[in-house]
């Protein structure tokens, strides 16, 4: 229960809503409205359920005048299956909306013109969530999928890049089917800001993935996947190849063959601790 009221407590509506609202009931489209807000809220909710299951540090669940986003203060290293799980459980939620909605139909609760409605509303919502685009919850699933096999920030960088040419895809579909619609140029503006804000901050985002790997809560690792490197491979480097959910011991081979090992964390405080911002491994092996 305490829970629940500390995830209600992190809801925020953006203050343009109330203009949206206002709009909506001068127009006469106050129950569509509505009823976008409530799927929007109960998709966003599901996320924050999950996150607050699974202990994450929530910072906000936000309504915003063109949808919502559930923000959380973690950094990439979190277990993955908590993370999908967090991820799904927002486009989930339009599963049973749409089978409750359809039961009240059934019933003869819910007036046919309302429940194609809240149909199209749902399966529209879902879709477009889906659409691998960063932030979308599509974009994140991608950016699971390409975690598993590779580095973080090479799976973020390709997250981007992928992101990037879907939206200009998606763009071009919609200014080809509705291109004086209102709601299509704010759908693009805000995934072009997002993406562009994401792309400003990659260097960032990688930065508190190896802050919170190092000084940050002690997390189990699914496996063990050593780094091959040489005496004169930059420190910044073989952080580059760090991946999300490994363990990584640094195996380094020596000029006269022989070979060292180091662990991640040796590397991690040399880095954020030292400040051996420019070290080679070489350095370390006779400073550890």
Known sequence: MNKTFELLRKIQIHPLLWVVIALAVATAHFIELMMVLLIIFVHEMGHGAAASFFSWRIKKIALLPFGGVAEMDEHGNRPLKEELVVVLAGPLQHVWMMALAY???LAGMFPEKWHSLFMEYNL??????????WPLDGGKLLFLLLSMNTSFQEAHLRTLYGSIAVLLIFSAALLFIAPLT???WVII????FSLYFEWKQRRFTFMRFLMERHYGKQIDLRELKPINTSENEMVGHVLERFQRGCKHPIIVKRKNGKEMVLDENELLHAFFSEKLLTAKIGDLLYTY
């Open 103 to 105: 039961l009240l139909f």
């Open 124 to 133: 529209m919502i879902l879709v477009f969530n889906l659409i691998p685009i």
């Open 182 to 184: 209102l709601n299509v």
């Open 189 to 192: 503006g805000f995934l072009t």
